[in-house]
Nanobody, 127 residues
Framework: QVQLVESGGGLVQAGGSLRLSCAASGRTISSNSMGWFRQAPGKERELVATMYWSATTNWAYYADSMKGRVTISRDNAKNTVYLQMNSLKLEDTAVYYC??????????????????WGQGTQVTVSS
């Protein structure tokens, strides 16, 4: 059973940057698909970015909402996944969650494709 803990959220001005971290414990996540989602008040949880293995290559997929402004990466030695967010906008304000999935070979884009979730970290973008 893997446990995920997000950190790195906070208050940032529009145009600023944040790097979120997702530290895993209990088992290695090096072979997992890993995703970052976000949920704003009154809205559904939506995908921001995901990493997945296909053959021996680790691929990244970015949702349109933040494409070009975010980068997902992983450090297997630290059993940690990151989300670098740049040029943040007011509408990026949300709770950000990381998630782990078993399926490989494709981008996991929906919440029901993931089997483990962190508790979330709040990102607030101010004007």
């Amino acid at each position: 059973q893997v446990q995920l803990v997000e950190s790195g959220g906070g208050l940032v001005q529009a145009g600023g940057s944040l790097r979120l971290s997702c530290a895993a414990s209990g088992r290695t996540i090096s072979s997992n698909s890993m995703g970052w989602f976000r949920q704003a008040p009154g809205k559904e949880r939506e995908l921001v970015a995901t990493m997945y293995w296909s053959a021996t290559t680790n691929w990244a997929y970015y949702a349109d909402s933040m494409k070009g402004r975010v980068t997902i990466s992983r450090d297997n030695a630290k059993n940690t996944v990151y989300l670098q967010m740049n040029s943040l906008k007011l509408e990026d304000t949300a709770v950000y969650y990381c998630a782990a999935g078993f399926t490989v070979g494709k981008a996991l884009r929906t919440t029901d494709e993931y089997h483990a979730w962190g508790q979330g970290t709040q990102v607030t973008v101010s004007s």
